[in-house]
């Protein structure tokens, strides 16, 4: 079984701009997770998408935004780029939400310069 | 919210054993176990539950006082492969509904 995949790995952008970061989920999943990792704030919980629909959010600005489609796959974007947004993006799916099992992708490194 | 961890740090030895426990001063409804190589995602390796359930690994062990909003993860035996940090994630309830917040994460060295 395939697991969850994230696209881009890797990625710079400029201050102001908008990004959209990708999650496939392990086939049957259909819990998508986002978090932040940073070396100052750890891990953080951005938001839970379940059925193409935001279950659970964390405490981020609005600017931090999700949609997760009819397949489970789900992105992430970030609009009006800050530099305190430079971070590892780890998504993970489950088969039952944030309480079940969760599976992390890869991670998507975003730098903001 | 983010819940406690101690300790911050430990070096073992192979075949030692070590406790890392997580405190949170919100109510806990589960509680998760990852750990983290640098580099690489976190991997599960335990939830507990309200009511006593667990689900994990056979090689691992791990409590969860719900009174005292404690978990503690018990490695027994160590082996070189458990280096790495060790988060703890807890599920609350605030005013945005269920949220999970990890603790700050416990580093484990094992050495030969």
Not at chain 1, 27 to 40: C, D
Request: aromatic share 12%; with cysteine.
């Amino acid at each position: 079984k395939a697991g969850v995949t994230q696209t881009p790995r890797y990625l710079i952008k400029t201050r102001g701009q908008q990004v959209t970061l990708s999650c496939s989920p392990i086939s049957g999943h259909r819990s998508v997770s986002w978090y932040q990792q940073t070396p100052g704030q750890g891990l953080q919980f951005l938001f839970e998408y379940f059925s193409e629909t935001q279950r659970n959010k964390g405490n981020f600005p609005g600017r931090f935004s999700g949609r997760q489609f009819s397949n489970s796959r789900s992105e992430m974007n970030v609009s009006t780029l800050e530099l305190g947004d430079s971070a590892l993006y780890l998504c993970a799916s489950s088969l039952a939400g944030i309480t079940d099992t969760q599976y992390f992708g890869p991670g998507t490194r975003l730098t903001v310069l | 919210q983010q819940p406690v961890q101690s300790p911050q740090a430990v070096i073992l030895r192979e075949g030692e054993d070590a406790v890392i426990n997580c405190s949170s001063s919100k109510a806990l409804y589960s509680v998760h176990w990852y750990r983290q190589k640098h580099g690489e995602a976190p991997v599960f390796l335990m939830i507990l539950l309200k009511g006593g359930e667990q689900k994990g690994h056979e090689k691992i062990s791990a409590s969860f006082n719900e009174k005292k909003q404690q978990s503690s993860l018990y490695l027994t035996a160590s082996q070189l492969s458990y280096s790495g940090t060790y988060f703890c994630g807890t599920e609350i309830r605030d005013n945005y509904g269920q949220n999970f917040v990890f603790g700050p994460g416990t580093r484990l060295s094992v050495l030969p």
